[in-house]
C-alpha cells in the first residue's frame, strides 16, 4: 500500500530565510508525487508534481520540489520565503500504473509559519 | 476549462438534522469524484469516491452517504447529523491522477450545534 509521512507538523521560517517541507514516500513502483497548498478555509490548491525526469520539479510561486528515490523522499523548497507562504502543505503519493482507478494518498500536512 | 463547484461555503446546522452538500464540475466528462473531510485544519480523510454514474466507493463506515445522480454531480448527505460530523468538507475531481493529480472545490465548513 502507498504512503506518506510528513515528519514535522510545524515548520518555521523567517522571511527571506529558505524553507524546506519534508515528505518521504512508500509505494510499489515508480512513484508520482505532488505538493499541494492550502490557505485557510479554502480548498488544496496544485503547487507541482513529479512524474519522471528531472529530480528536481520546479512549481508555482517560486516552489520546488527534489526527488531522491534512494531516500525515498520528495521535499518541498524554496530559497526565500515570503509571509504569503504561510499555510498548510500536503505531499501526495500515487502510483504509477496505467491502468485501473488510482487514488492519491495524502500526507498529515505541515503548517509553514512565515515569520516577519 | 474544466471548473469545480462546491457548495454552500458555510452551513451550520442543528444535530439531529439532514445534511445535503453538493459538488459539480464542468467542462469535463466522466471525472472521478471525491469527497474528504478535514478536521481541526489538518490532515485529510476520504470519505467517499466515485468512478462513474451511480458507482460510490466509501472507505470509511460513518453517518455520511453519498450519491452520484448524474456524471458530473456528486452529493453528500446525511439523514440525521451528529456533532462528530462538524468539519471541512472538500470535493475533489480527477481523470488521470497520475499525470494531473486532483482538483479540489472551494470546501464547506460545517458546523453541526
Known amino acids: 500500500a502507498q504512503s506518506v509521512a510528513q515528519p514535522e507538523d510545524q515548520v518555521n521560517v523567517a522571511e527571506g530565510n529558505p524553507l524546506t517541507v519534508k515528505c518521504t514516500y512508500s509505494?510499489?513502483?515508480?512513484?508520482?508525487l505532488f505538493w499541494y497548498v492550502q490557505y485557510p478555509n479554502r480548498g488544496l490548491q496544485f503547487l507541482l508534481k513529479?512524474?519522471?525526469?528531472?529530480?528536481l520539479v520546479k512549481g508555482s510561486y517560486g516552489f520546488e520540489a527534489e526527488f531522491n528515490k534512494s531516500q525515498t523522499s520528495f521535499h518541498l523548497k524554496k530559497p526565500s520565503a515570503l509571509v504569503s507562504d504561510s499555510a498548510l502543505y500536503f505531499c501526495a503519493v500515487s502510483r504509477a500504473r496505467d491502468t485501473g482507478f488510482q487514488k492519491l494518498v495524502f500526507g498529515t500536512g505541515t503548517r509553514l509559519l512565515v515569520s516577519p | 476549462s474544466q471548473t469545480i463547484h462546491q457548495w454552500p461555503a458555510t452551513l451550520v446546522q442543528p444535530v439531529g438534522s439532514p445534511l445535503s452538500l453538493e459538488c459539480t464540475v464542468e467542462?469535463?466528462?466522466?471525472?472521478?469524484l471525491y469527497w474528504y473531510r478535514q478536521a481541526a485544519g489538518r490532515g485529510l480523510q476520504l470519505l467517499f469516491y466515485s468512478v462513474g454514474i451511480g458507482q460510490i466507493s466509501s472507505e470509511v463506515p460513518q453517518n455520511l452517504s453519498a450519491s452520484r445522480p448524474q456524471d458530473r454531480q456528486f452529493i453528500l448527505s446525511s439523514k440525521k447529523l451528529l456533532l462528530s460530523d462538524s468539519g471541512f468538507y472538500l470535493c475533489a475531481w480527477s481523470l488521470k491522477v497520475q499525470a494531473y493529480g486532483y482538483t479540489f472545490g472551494s470546501g464547506t465548513r460545517l458546523t453541526v450545534v
Open positions: 509505494v510499489s513502483g515508480n512513484p508520482y
Open positions: 513529479y512524474i519522471t525526469g528531472d529530480n
Open positions: 467542462g469535463t466528462s466522466n471525472p472521478n
